[in-house]
Structure formats: C-alpha cells, structure tokens
C-alpha cells in the first residue's frame, strides 16, 4: 500500500519561506504525478500544484509567483517551497498522488496526512 | 478556474439511512469528476474517479453518477465509519478545484 507523509517545520515567520517533503513509501516515484493541496481553517480545499517524476511542473495561477516543487526519485520525496508567506497561508498542506493512464487525465489516488504550517512571528 | 458548488452543506442521518450529495460544476466538466472522504486528523480518501468508477478498496455502497455539470454522490446504508465531509473535485480544467465539503452528521 502507497503511504505518503508530509514533514517540515510547523511554523514559518512572514515574509520567510515554507518548505515541505512529502516522503513516498510502499511504491515508486516514477510515472507519476506528485501534488500538494492545502486547507485553510474553515475553508475548503486548494491544490498548489503537481511535480511530474521528471521534474516538469503545473502550478495554480493564483500561487505560481511564489511556488517552487521539485523530485527527488533517489529518495522517492518530493517538495514544495513556498516564499514570502503571510498569515493567509496558515494551513493544513497534503501531498497527494495522482495517477491515470497516459491517454487520459490524472487523478489523485493516494493523499498524506496533512501537516499543519502556521504562519506567525 | 471552474468554480464547484455541493449541496447541501451539511446533513444529519441515522444510521442504515441512504444520502445523496449534489455536485455542481460552473462549466462542463465531462466526466472528470472525483470524490472524497475526510474524517477529522485522518487523511483524505479517495472514492471515485471518472464520476462513477469506484477507487481500488472502496465498497459499493459508494456510488456516483453525472456528466457535464451535475454530479451525485450516494452513500447506501450508513455507518458510523461513514460520518465524516465529502467533497468533490474536478480535474479537467487547471487549476483543479473542489466543492466547498458536505459534512454528514448522526442525527
């Protein structure tokens, strides 16, 4: 059974940068697409981006100016920074697999715990 | 974005009760469409794919139907275990975004 876990400091200064590893178990990072998700308190879901295996990435509009990912495959991890945080990006931060054949759309399958990142001075 | 609207927000059921959770898409989304399940402190499960095909795991108590815009989630004899929020989410269009949950509560 793939397992996914999320680590990374639970808090980060403004201004500062957020960074996080998701680390893949019980499968290979290869022929996937590897995302994050966050949830702020009381508010629904928002996907930030994937990283391809090969490292190409697709990031939302709304977070692409401050949003870096990057593979590792020879740990089987994945990682997200995220630069110049506010309060507003206090959350719940999942990794989540996403798979499907090649002719067609991914979806996610597998998703992490989630860990929780407060932004504060 | 394509904006994705559940309803209701929230429900209460008892136990053995079926329910049926709307999904709606602000623009057709084909039938790219998936469902979740999140219990508090757990991670998100993932349901169904595709509308209506059922992730390796999940029981057929689960069911999901629709295309284009409208989409439904049907939960069959409820459990205790089944209490928790669902949402959905499109992936045809980027940025992929979900519904804003239905949480469903023990009456």
């Known amino acids: 059974q793939v397992q996914l876990q999320e680590s990374g400091p639970g808090l980060v200064k403004p201004s500062e940068t957020l960074s996080l590893t998701c680390t893949v178990s019980g499968g290979s990072i290869n022929n996937y697409y590897w995302s994050w998700i966050r949830q702020p308190p009381g508010n629904r879901l928002e996907w930030i981006g994937f990283v391809y295996y090969t490292g190409s990435t697709n990031l939302n509009p709304s977070l692409k100016s401050r949003v870096g990912m990057s593979v590792d495959t020879s740990k089987n991890q994945f990682s997200l920074r995220l630069s110049s945080v506010t309060a507003a990006d206090t959350a719940v931060y999942y990794c989540?697999?996403?798979?499907?054949?090649?002719?067609?759309?991914?979806?996610?399958?597998?998703w992490g715990q989630g860990s929780l990142v407060t932004v504060s001075s | 974005d394509i904006q994705m609207t559940q309803s209701p927000s929230s429900l209460s059921a008892s136990v053995g009760d079926r329910v049926t959770i709307t999904c709606r898409a602000s623009q057709g989304i084909r039938n790219y469409l998936a469902w979740f399940q999140q219990t508090p402190g757990k991670a998100p499960k993932s349901l169904i794919y595709?509308?209506?095909t059922l992730q390796s795991g999940v029981p057929s108590k689960f069911s999901g139907s629709g295309s284009g815009t409208d989409f439904t989630l049907t939960i069959s004899n409820l459990q205790p275990a089944d209490f928790a929020t669902y949402y959905c989410q499109q992936y045809y269009n980027f940025p992929w975004t979900f519904g804003q949950g239905t949480k469903v509560e023990i009456k």
């Open positions: 595709a509308a209506s």
């Open positions: 989540a697999r996403a798979t499907g054949p090649k002719w067609d759309l991914p979806y996610f399958d597998f």
